[in-house]
């Protein structure tokens, strides 16, 4: 495992993020909804290269953070999902494996969708507009340099 901090450790800080509860019973419910939908697409995109992975579960932890505790600690702890969240929720960054990998399959998918699959004009001006904006926003993340205990190796790292 990667050094600078651990899942049990993280969720064992206090988390100010946890302070602005909503309060509407019906809102809440589809918080939850809409959380565990994410950590449903999240899970699937470890698998399936066509699906981000840590957009679903921010947009989960995003959504759990105002609904339920209980289920915030439990995805930013849990032992596979919170290490795509730890380093980004805490402001560390990202390792730069993690950024090239982004870059290229949304790219990849922003350009197949917009030039092969869609004939609208309006698709293929807006849809590269949104990459240069994604891309901008990730590559001026803090690239994380990731530093390995004996006997680990990068690989192990959250990327």
Known sequence: MAV???PESFVKTPDTRLRHQ??????????MLLGWLAVALGTAGIFLPVLPTT???LLAAGCFVRCS??????????PTLG???LYYLDGKGMPMKAKIYTLLLMWTSLLVTAFVLLNSLAPKVVLPLIGLGVS???LHLPTLTLVTEPGSTVEDSPE
């Open 83 to 85: 290490k795509y969240l």
């Open 4 to 6: 600078p901090e651990s």
């Open 22 to 31: 909503v309060a509407n019973p019906l809102l809440r419910w589809l918080l």
């Open 136 to 138: 901008w926003y990730i």
């Open 55 to 57: 957009p679903f579960l």
């Open 69 to 78: 505790p209980t289920f915030y600690r439990w995805l930013i702890g849990h």
